[in-house]
């Protein structure tokens, strides 16, 4: 056998594929209710009978991509991931400079809190603590 060749694989048909014998057996049990109810073949459910008038079909997943996904799709996380390395380089811009500045306000208020504190004579001091008599 070859290096190239590929492994074989058990594959089990079904005798009805594609379930015909389902579809054309009239004697199923929501059938007869959505009948007695006057639906009939060839209508689709629905207040003006827009719905689906086939039945719904499976097809055969045979890839390791998520549910939804199509192989067109796959690549598609490199332009996600760069619009949002943008989006992160934006926000770490915009907020960088107001954090350099809030700092230095805040040191500075700090600062002179203290000191209008120390100078004003409703505020006894002990060490650390401020004490207010109102």
Known sequence: MSMLAERRRKQKW????????????????????LEKMGWSKGKGLGAQEQGATDHIKVQVKNNHLGLGATINNEDNWIA?????????????????????????????????????????????HYMKFTKVYC
Do not use: Y
């Not at 079904?14 to 209710?33: L, Y």
């Not at 960088?96 to 002179?112: A, I, P, R, V």
């Open 80 to 124: 996600h991931q760069d619009d949002f390395n943008q989006l992160l380089a934006e926000l770490n811009t915009c907020h960088g400079q107001e954090t350099t500045d809030s700092s230095d306000k805040k040191e500075k208020k700090s600062f002179s809190l203290e000191e209008k504190s120390k100078i004003s004579k409703n505020r006894v």
């Open 14 to 33: 079904a005798v009805d594929p594609q379930n015909t014998a389902w579809s054309n057996d009239d004697s199923k049990f929501g059938q007869r209710m």
